[in-house]
């Protein structure tokens, strides 16, 4: 891309270079910074919120909660531990001390010892983190490629494709999760044998994982996308496009799926919540390490420290993948910039 | 270590070196199999730990880490001479403090040992090192099991070094005397264990001394038995635990050789709480057996992989008493005559048989993880729920979670508890299953049984030093729990291994059926 | 005169292949016709279900298992020797009941949240919105897990945690609703007619803001479907040998090398009731919108 | 040369049965330098025509032409990729929807330089330059700083006018644009005019289209008047507009309300009722507020805090009266403030100062329960009354729900329903169908029966027939005169068309920013408008010359 020489950044080119949109630019990055604020603000409220839930939980659970920070009735905490666990998280004290108490003990991230797993919380989330972050991380990309190209290649591409097309779609969206995970398994592990039964290691071992997780998904983001895929191609500003001897592929790629991928970006967001709900079911069945698989076991065996620990993680997740889906639309949305 | 028990084709000379893929159905949260005491635990301990004594074919207690010992005539006191020159991986030798570290930390209640700390502690006095190869135990009461319960992997001799590291450790890396020892751990995914290069206390049975064959030995966690034996198939592995029975038709078809091995103890089946009406009545418990034509159910739901085990003891444990496998022949007739004369005489809508008002219903509550409860068994249990209607008893499965179900096992308070077996190598088991003691201390006596008839035959059997004596009693007691009908016997707990037909030299130790890689060698497919 | 054969041959290439309104709408309406018949079917199923299969559910016959599909056993029989198109017939019942259930909470939680906080005011709304939020950061399966750890495993569990599990999704959107209802030009008019707040509310808000809702609900049950049957997947749904069909996954997913049927048409069956849910969802969501657009 | 021959041009949408023919065979041709403008009413398939010639007639689409040439080149049976070239190259085009014709996602400048792109026009460096210089060419303020901005942040005019750059920016030698002055205020309107006035100056070829026949008269040189896809009359513009030879030409021509048509009927009659002259029947109340005033503002003042927390005065101490009988005008540039003052007349929002009273009582800062009872004195009419229709009811419904209870009950409900429907002219027949199923004009009438049923002293009408054709915008607002000499009820008309005012409005309020710049009797201001800001509303508004009248 070739600068002009006025200094200022050439609005010349391809999609990529980014016209910055003008304005008073002090008064643009204190809104920036107020956004910024909000955000970082509603994220530590949805942390605080996810911690009381799970708090509520505690307590809601039968039995003695200093019994189940011990590691449940099943792993025959002695009198003394149980003690020190009272004493610890102020299962003697009121309600509401104990509340703080915990919170303080969140705050310093001390998440407490996993007796199902014989681990401090935190190191096993540690290890468990990143093959699901990995993974979660890979399906929703997978399953935004499949949904572009679906849309890019279907939508109004005559009477077939467009039904193939959307048909694939809703297909997709009615696949259960742990459902096609087998098939998929039968057919590319065992049957055809292309990728090893046990997952294998690194990308290979991430690829049926990846498309269980991205298929169902990617049924949903391309519904949207076509839909607004197909609104965005009669648009007026479109055919000004073509009325300026733009092509097909020109208009749709350079125009269209910017607008097309609006509110499926809005999905992500959500689609990432259930990603992990799915991250639980492939890690089961495809025997990977991950915090869904981690989370199941803690709710099985009653590990309440795991369970707590990971389930305010999964919220931090979130709330992080929020902050980055709302960054993204802002880029693809420059409109907003100037909101 | 121990002896083939099923003969591996091992046609030319053993291969040094190598890397064996091992696929395992669960993950141990802990190396070490003293901390806790679940069988992946034993299966992994086996490998980097070797034993106190050996277990031979037919229950026969040989020599291994301890080269001989002597017991007193009040069988109160054992006094163990230790192999000399035996280092553990981590440079610490072995001696006869290193033995007393280990025992003395079996029987502390804060080690958690499960399995060892309950057969031993109760017994269990102190030990001193007499000399530095010798070591004296002392036990509180006379114990015939000791020997046999020192021989099971449970209680790996490890370095008092690498105990002293800490738990959490120790259970990371416990380092023993055993042909293998840890590279890494991965929890929930895989262990990776090497050779170790000195090993030379390669037991009796072995086929060959000194360090095992194989150089490396990647120990993987996968929980679906599919895909185990997908994997198996396509060569992604070399040894699979517990291939699923309906793949074994097609595994044969594809060369994959098979090594089963019962273990002894109680076999797997259904317990009877006999506190828990209707089954406090023992017609209504016999009824059940003979209702459930359980022989023909397990050989539906488990493809015929398993052997019907009617008797409260498997064929290998020591006293066995084969009379008792005919115990209840399945009869529809003989159940419905037993309920018809305890009163069980009505029917309702549903054609289950009532007595006043109250249904002939039996819940088997059954843990819903799916790794802890095999999906053959489910099918054997809906199988023998349609068996038991015909009888007009009504049969509920109840899907719970593990959690729950220990809370439930803790308080009693269920009818029956599936799934329940019992892996040792004494018939002692009897005493750990259904005593007064075992109901009132270990918490181990599912059936809430207490006769002190049967206490007595178990304790008197406990101490008598006499093998054939102590045999007599044996049997009486098992006669006795057989006719009481406390549990509906099914098949014995086996180790299950299915390999390519270029391994060799798989086997299974005598005491509990543990995997042992220590002569296993691959030859070049 | 010329005349020039199609659009093809004057206009580019980019309109020249268009999709016809007309057929369009033919289009659409095999989907809807295809899940109406299937949707009668499982009505079938869940009213009579001995009219279509010819096998007791939980009739085990150990010699006849594992067979493939033939005429006798269309769907093959399972592990027991159970006709698995009869248990998929009579699985109807308690599969469609639960997602059924659990979409009818979910949108129930929904509307009194969705409502508080669209006509609540300012701070209510603030209120709720965060709740949402946090509920959110709560994956649904999150959610049922923690449920079932706390109430324990049952279909009451089930339908609960996935109805909750929904409920905040929905809320968004009613919410949404109400607040577009609440600002649109014709709750205005009715204010300027001299209507009650209670009256405008209670005869144009709220039966407008909820108008989108059976659409909403048709899309729901398919997933809800599906949540379900991933719980009883994990072992956390309905007992067998009841022919669910989440549990009826669990139980097949073994054999799905050496029997395939058993895994396979279970699954087809959640998967077809999603699909006939989802388009005839769409489909009603289209002719709802599309009556706006012919305006 | 000629730059563009059409003959016969068919068009038709749909397939099968559904087959529908838009456009039936139309021929024209446009030379260079001259405007040939093409009019006629919504849906007569003038767009449609436009957008054939450059090949792109819409989805599903069937054209069929006996010629079709652009600069002497028969373009028929064009593949794709040679229509690319000539689109952009050879055919400048401005859609319709100035407004939404610029991709909201993309810089402005990136819009145009896609043009000079597409065609393989020079560099970077090159491109560039350019760009800012058809943007300064156009007229557009500060090009580089709008280069960079996105479309929705330019004032529609600037947005109309990049819109227009990008079509000439590679000089085509024929400009199509389409409706390019529709939705802009008139003193925009009139910069664009001149700018196309520009492009033919250069010698280039202008196809416009447009339902305005005022901005027709001033810019076209030839008029082709368009009827349900056939071209009914073409000829030179001062004959066609002045002198129409065909019926449907003369019947457009006399729907266009303006000074000259106050107190007439402006469509054919379609009631019984003549309309009574009445343009000095009302006296005369320019001079102060009067005791007969239905409606008082006094110094009113209205804020709102917008979405980036700035707070803008939108009304500012406004004051007006409105008596019994009379029509006031309200006009003004979009977002002057005029719907907002309606508002606050409707008390749906409230004034952050000064007072609203109605009939001399108090009407705002009073709680909604006191006003309830009197609020039935009041009622609207606006300009989408889709909208302002529950979409669940049926016309009966509507109006019903609009009936005051006290006064009717049972059967009379329905009766005084049939009432208003015949008052307003529909049929009963329109009594069960919904909104949706009506056209704009009948639409517009069911508002106002609803409007009308609880017997209103006061209407409020905001751009109630702004949306609507200038026939059936004629029949509208005849109908609002006959009830207004019939009922004498007295209407707030708020129109941003200053002819449409002028031939309603007793009295006019001029507004600029949320002030009333000027007010005064309608005949004065339009004669002799005395604000600056009036004066150059009025210059710029393109009248149909009085003469050619
Ligand atoms: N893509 C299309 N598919 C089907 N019908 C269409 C399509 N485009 C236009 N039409 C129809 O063709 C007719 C002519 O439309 P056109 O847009 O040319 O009208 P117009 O004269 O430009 O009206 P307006 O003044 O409202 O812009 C209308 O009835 C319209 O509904
Ligand atoms: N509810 C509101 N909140 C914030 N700003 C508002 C609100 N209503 C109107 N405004 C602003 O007040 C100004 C005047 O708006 P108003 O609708 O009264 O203008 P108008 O003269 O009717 O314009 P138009 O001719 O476009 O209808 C505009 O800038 C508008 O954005
Ligand atoms: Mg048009
Ligand atoms: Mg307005």
Not at chain 1, 174 to 199: H, V
Not at chain 4, 223 to 249: F, K, S
Request: hydrophobic share 45%; aromatic share 8%; glycine share 10%.
């Amino acid at each position: 891309m070739t600068t002009v020489s006025t200094g200022s950044v050439s609005f010349e080119d391809d999609l990529d270079s980014d016209f910055t949109t003008t304005g008073a630019r002090t008064s643009h990055s204190q809104r920036g910074w107020r956004r910024l604020v909000r955000t970082v603000g509603s994220g530590i409220l949805v942390l605080w919120g996810a911690a009381t839930v799970t708090f509520i939980a505690i307590n809601a659970m039968p039995g003695n909660p200093a019994v189940a920070m011990a590691g449940g009735a099943a792993s025959h905490p002695s009198k003394a531990v149980i003690a020190a666990v009272t004493r610890e998280y102020g299962f003697d004290q009121s309600l509401f001390v104990q509340y703080l108490l915990y919170l303080l003990r969140l705050i310093r991230g001390n998440f407490g010892f996993s007796s199902s797993q014989k681990m401090p919380v935190a190191d096993v989330i540690a290890e468990s983190i990143w093959p699901t972050v990995l993974l979660t991380a890979s399906a929703l990309l997978l399953a935004w490629i499949l949904a572009i190209a679906s849309c890019l290649l279907t939508v109004r591409r005559g009477r077939f494709a467009t039904s193939l097309g959307s048909g694939l779609e809703v297909l997709s969206a009615a696949l259960p999760q742990y459902w096609l995970g087998i098939l998929l398994l039968e057919i590319f592990a065992f049957s055809l044998g292309w990728i090893p039964a046990t997952g294998g290691d690194g990308a290979v071992g991430l690829i049926l994982p990846a498309f269980t997780l991205a298929i169902p998904l990617a049924g949903f983001m391309s519904q949207v996308t076509r839909d607004e895929f197909d609104l965005a191609l009669e648009q007026p500003f479109v055919i000004s496009a073509r009325a300026r001897g733009m092509s097909d592929w020109g208009v749709r790629l350079r125009h269209v799926l910017r607008h097309a991928v609006l509110p499926g970006l809005t999905l992500s967001g959500w689609a990432l919540g259930s990603l992990i709900s799915g991250a639980v079911i492939v890690e089961t069945l495809y025997s990977r390490n991950g915090l869904g698989g981690v989370l199941l076991v803690g709710v099985t065996q009653q590990d309440m420290p795991l369970t707590v620990g990971v389930t305010l993680i999964v919220a931090l997740v979130y709330v992080v993948a929020n902050v980055v889906v709302d960054a993204l639309y802002v880029v693809v949305d420059p409109r907003l910039r100037s909101r | 270590a121990g002896q083939p028990s099923s003969l591996t084709a091992s046609n030319g000379k053993p291969v040094f070196g190598g890397t064996l893929t091992y696929l395992q159905d669960r993950s141990e949260t802990c190396l070490d199999p003293e901390d806790g005491g679940d069988i992946p635990q034993a299966m992994i301990g086996q490998q980097i730990t070797d034993d106190l004594v050996y277990e031979g074919p037919g229950g026969t207690i040989e020599p291994w880490l301890a080269t001989k010992w002597t017991i007193s005539p009040d069988g109160l006191t054992y006094t163990f001479t230790i192999k000399q020159g035996v280092k553990f991986t981590d440079g610490t030798p072995l001696n006869a403090a290193a033995v007393k570290v280990n025992l003395d930390r079996v029987v502390d209640p804060k080690t958690g040992s499960s399995t060892d700390g309950g057969y031993i502690a109760p017994f269990y006095a102190a030990s001193k090192v007499l000399e530095p190869y010798v070591l004296q135990v002392n036990l509180k009461q006379a114990d015939t099991a000791l020997l046999d319960v020192l021989a099971q992997g449970y209680i790996g001799i490890e370095s008092p070094a690498g105990l002293a590291r800490g738990e959490t450790k120790n259970c990371n890396d416990p380092i023993g005397t055993g042909p293998f020892k840890i590279q890494s751990y991965t929890p929930n995914q895989q262990v990776v264990l090497v050779r170790n290069p000195n090993y030379n206390t390669a037991p009796p049975g072995s086929a060959h001394k000194g360090p095992a064959y194989l150089s490396k030995l990647i120990w993987k966690i996968v929980p679906d038995g599919t895909v185990r034996n997908a994997a198996l198939l396509k060569k992604q592995a070399d040894v699979i635990y517990y291939p699923p029975a309906e793949d074994w038709k097609s595994d044969a078809a594809s060369g994959i050789q098979i090594l089963t091995h019962e273990r002894p103890g109680s076999p797997n089946g259904i317990t009877f709480n006999v506190q828990a009406a209707p089954l406090n009545e023992l017609a209504v418990r016999q009824a059940v057996i003979y209702a459930s034509n359980e022989a023909v159910n397990l050989k539906s739901a488990y493809f015929n992989t398993y052997p019907y085990v009617g008797s409260p003891l498997v064929k290998g444990t020591p006293d066995y008493d084969a009379a008792l496998q005919g115990a209840y022949p399945a009869s529809v007739a003989k159940a419905n005559a037993l309920l018809d004369k305890a009163g069980w005489t009505s029917r309702n809508a549903a054609g289950y048989r009532t007595k006043d008002g109250r249904e002939l219903k039996i819940a088997i509550p059954y843990d819903s993880d799916a790794g802890q409860t095999a999906a053959e068994d489910l099918t054997l249990y809906q199988d023998i729920q349609a068996s038991e209607k015909t009888a007009g008893i009504d049969i509920v499965l109840h899907p719970i979670s593990t959690t729950v179900l220990d809370g439930l096992y803790e308080s009693h308070k269920y009818q029956t508890l599936a799934g329940d077996y019992w892996i040792t190598n004494t018939p002692d088991v009897l005493r750990t299953l259904f005593s007064t003691q075992a109901l009132k201390f270990y918490g181990t006596n599912g059936d809430d049984y207490s006769n002190p008839k049967l206490d007595d035959l178990l304790n008197r059997a406990l101490s008598e030093q006499d093998p054939s004596n102590r045999a007599a009693l044996y049997t009486r007691a098992q006669e006795l729990v057989s006719q009481q009908a406390l549990q509906l016997n099914l098949y014995p707990a086996e180790e299950r291994l299915a390999y390519n037909a270029n391994v060799h030299g798989i086997t299974a130790d005598y005491a509990v059926g543990l995997p042992d890689f220590h002569d296993t060698w691959i030859s070049k497919p | 005169m010329t005349t020039l054969d199609s659009s093809a041959a004057l206009l580019g290439a980019g309109t020249s292949r268009p999709v016809p309104t007309a057929s369009a709408f033919r289009r659409l309406r095999i989907g809807p016709i295809l899940s109406v018949l299937f949707l009668l079917f499982l009505v079938v199923a869940v009213v009579d279900p001995s009219l279509l299969a010819h096998y007791q559910p939980l009739a085990v016959d150990p010699a006849k298992s594992l067979e493939a599909p033939s005429v006798a056993h269309l769907f093959g029989t399972d592990e027991s020797g159970r006709d698995v198109f009869s248990r998929v017939v009579y699985g109807a019942t308690p599969s469609l009941s639960i997602g059924l259930a659990a979409t009818a909470l979910g949108l129930a939680i929904a509307i009194v949240l969705g409502a508080l906080a669209g006509l609540g005011g300012r701070v209510v709304d603030a209120i709720i919105g965060r709740i949402l939020e946090i509920l959110f950061a709560f994956p649904a399966l999150l959610l049922a897990l923690l449920f079932v750890t706390i109430f324990g495993a049952s279909v009451e569990s089930l339908i609960i945690s996935v109805g909750l599990g929904s409920a905040p999704g929905y809320a968004r959107m009613v919410r949404g609703q109400i607040l577009a209802v609440k600002s649109s030009p014709y709750v205005e008019a009715s204010y300027v007619l001299g209507h009650s707040r209670w009256r405008v509310l209670g005869r144009t808000v709220l039966p407008n803001a909820m108008r989108p809702l059976l659409v909403l609900a048709t899309l729901g049950i398919g997933q809800s479907i599906i949540w379900a049957s991933s719980l009883s997947f994990l072992g956390l749904g309905a007992a067998p040998p009841a022919p669910e069909w989440g549990a009826m996954l669990a139980d097949g997913r073994e054999f799905i090398s050496t029997a395939w049927w058993v895994e396979l048409f279970p699954g087809a069956m959640i998967v077809f009731v999603t699909l006939a849910t989802t388009s005839l969802g769409r489909y009603l969501q289209r002719r709802l919108e599309g009556r706006g657009a012919d305006a | 040369m000629t730059a563009l021959l059409v003959e016969d041009l068919r068009v038709g949408f749909g397939v099968g049965s559904d087959y529908r023919e838009v456009v039936k065979g139309i021929s024209f041709g446009v030379s260079a330098g001259e405007c040939l403008a093409i009019v006629g009413e919504s849906g007569s398939g003038k767009s449609v025509s436009a957008r054939s010639v450059i090949g792109l007639a819409g989805s599903g689409s069937r054209v069929s032409a006996n010629k079709l040439e652009l600069h002497g080149v028969d373009v028929r049976g064009y593949p794709d990729r040679r229509w690319r070239g000539i689109r952009g190259r050879e055919v400048g085009f401005i859609l319709q929807d100035a407004l939404v014709s610029l991709d909201p996602l993309r810089p402005v400048g990136k819009e145009i330089t896609e043009t000079l792109t597409l065609h393989g026009w020079g560099t970077a460096r090159t491109r560039h330059a350019r760009v800012l210089e058809l943007l300064e060419q156009v007229g557009v303020p500060e090009p580089q700083l709008r280069a960079r901005q996105l479309s929705g942040e330019l004032s529609g005019g600037q947005r109309q006018r990049a819109l227009i750059a990008s079509a000439i920016a590679l000089d085509p030698g024929l400009l199509i644009a389409d409706e390019p002055t529709t939705a802009l205020d008139v003193t925009v309107q009139a910069q664009i005019l001149d700018l196309l006035d520009e492009t033919k100056a250069r010698g280039k070829a202008v196809l416009v289209i447009s339902h305005d026949l005022a901005v027709v008269a001033r810019l076209a040189d030839r008029v082709a008047v368009m009827n349900h896809g056939v071209i009914v009359e073409e000829g030179p513009t001062a004959q066609v507009l002045g002198n129409p030879r065909d019926a449907y030409t003369q019947r457009l021509l006399d729907a266009v309300p303006s000074a000259h048509s106050r107190g007439t009927r402006l469509s054919p009659a379609t009631s019984p009722r003549p309309a009574p002259k009445r343009s000095s029947s009302v006296p005369d109340v320019f001079d102060g507020p009067t005791r007969s005033a239905l409606i008082t503002v006094d110094r009113v003042s209205k804020s709102y805090r917008g979405p980036d927390g700035i707070t803008r005065t939108v009304v500012r101490d406004v004051s007006f009266e409105l008596g019994v009988g009379e029509t006031l005008g309200v006009v003004g540039e979009s977002g002057s403030g005029k719907t907002t003052v309606a508002r606050l007349v409707l008390a749906v929002t409230q004034p952050d100062r000064g007072e609203i009273r109605l009939a001399g009582q108090p009407w705002s800062g009073i709680s909604e329960h006191q006003r309830r009872p009197r609020r039935r004195l009041i009622t609207a009419v606006y300009q989408d009354p889709l909208s302002s229709f529950d979409p669940r009811w049926t016309v009966s419904r509507l109006i019903l729900d609009a009936l005051p209870a006290d006064r009717y009950r049972g059967s009379a409900r329905a009766a005084r329903v049939a009432e208003l429907l015949s008052l307003v002219g529909l049929e009963p027949e329109h009594a069960d169908r919904r909104p949706l199923k009506l056209s704009g004009g009948q639409r517009q009438r069911v508002a106002i029966a609803r409007a009308l049923a609880p017997e209103p002293s006061v209407i409020i009408c905001d751009e109630s027939v702004s949306a609507l054709d200038v026939q059936v915008q004629a029949q509208v607002l005849d109908l609002l005169a006959d009830i207004q000499n019939q009922l004498g009820v007295s209407y707030l008309f708020i129109s941003h068309d200053l002819g449409v005012i002028h031939h309603v409005s007793d009295r006019i309020l001029v507004m600029q920013g949320g002030r009333i710049v000027e007010q005064g009797a309608a005949d004065q201001i339009f004669d002799f408008p005395q604000h600056p800001y009036t004066q150059a509303l009025l210059s710029s508004l393109p009248r149909i010359q009085k003469e050619i009248l």
